[in-house]
């Protein structure tokens, strides 16, 4: 009686102790599959990135600015690392052959810019000199080379305003912890909070009508751009626009 008991127990002890293991596998897998989604967002895309993205600097050209490349070089690689559509970026211009030279220097007008007639991508004083004023010039440098009625100067509201869109999506997803004024709105602008609203359902890719987004980026584009209106920047250039940079960079692949 008792060795039947006791067989009992034991049979019962291996059940408990296969559905302890069970659950601990289960966990280990839900960890483990947890640890890949993060691992695919934060480790290095490639062993040697940090010295690649390197060659999108012109060092020669760069020596007035030499002090400031160590921060340029990690912005560059941050940029790289933690923006999956940053590395096609900037894949396209190293492979195609491209250097920026690099230019801080007080400017009245302008906290960043890039000068497509001297390849040169500058920032206003060291306190312009920010990771998301780097994307946004990287991303000029490359619409530029990439789309053609940008290159011809035409249309620069659509250009401006898709890469204002641009930094702030990747600024909201991949640098949520930095300190950031959106660059596509105005804090303090009534459709600011709608238009935070807009960037993410783009980020939970919940626009799939790009007549609908067409819409909702002119209206915030004119909202935006009516501020800073110039020669080059005229608002109504953003009538009839449809994507083109954010085409090639954000929705790529996106669309069902």
């Given at each position: 009686m008792k060795t039947k008991l006791f067989r009992n127990i034991g049979y019962l002890l291996f059940i408990l102790l296969a559905l302890s293991s069970c659950v601990n596998e289960m966990d280990m897998v839900e960890d483990e599959q947890g640890l890949e989604t993060l691992s695919s967002r934060t480790s290095p895309p490639f062993a040697g990135y940090e010295e690649w993205v390197k060659k999108l600097i012109d060092y020669d050209k760069s020596a007035d600015s030499k002090s400031y490349l160590g921060k340029v070089e990690n912005f560059l690689q941050s940029i790289y690392r933690f923006i999956p559509e940053m590395r096609d970026v900037v894949d396209d211009l190293i492979n195609r052959g491209f250097k920026f030279r690099v230019a801080v220097r007080h400017d009245d007008e302008r906290k960043s810019w890039f000068n497509p007639n001297s390849s040169e991508i500058g920032?206003?004083?060291?306190?312009?000199?920010?990771?998301?004023?780097?994307?946004?010039?990287?991303?000029h440098f490359f619409a530029f080379y990439t789309v053609d009625e940008y290159r011809k100067r035409l249309?620069?509201?659509?250009?401006?305003?898709?890469?204002?869109?641009?930094?702030?999506?990747?600024?909201?997803r991949d640098f949520?912890?930095?300190?950031?004024?959106?660059?596509?709105?105005?804090?303090?602008?009534?459709?600011?909070?709608?238009?935070?609203?807009?960037?993410?359902?783009?980020?939970?890719?919940?626009?799939?009508?790009m007549d609908q987004f067409s819409e909702n980026f002119i209206q915030f584009g004119i909202s935006r751009l009516f501020w800073i209106e110039?020669?080059?920047i005229k608002v109504a250039d953003l009538n009839g626009y449809r994507p083109r940079l954010l085409g090639i960079i954000w929705f790529y692949g996106k669309i069902k």
């Open positions: 920032f206003s004083g060291v306190e312009n000199l920010k990771i998301e004023n780097m994307i946004h010039e990287l991303l249309y620069a509201a659509r250009e401006e305003y898709e890469i204002r869109v641009l930094t702030d999506l990747f600024m909201r949520s912890t930095f300190p950031y004024e959106y660059q596509g709105m105005k804090i303090d602008h009534d459709e600011y909070i709608r238009y935070l609203g807009w960037l993410d359902k783009l980020l939970k890719n919940e626009v799939q009508n110039d020669t080059k």
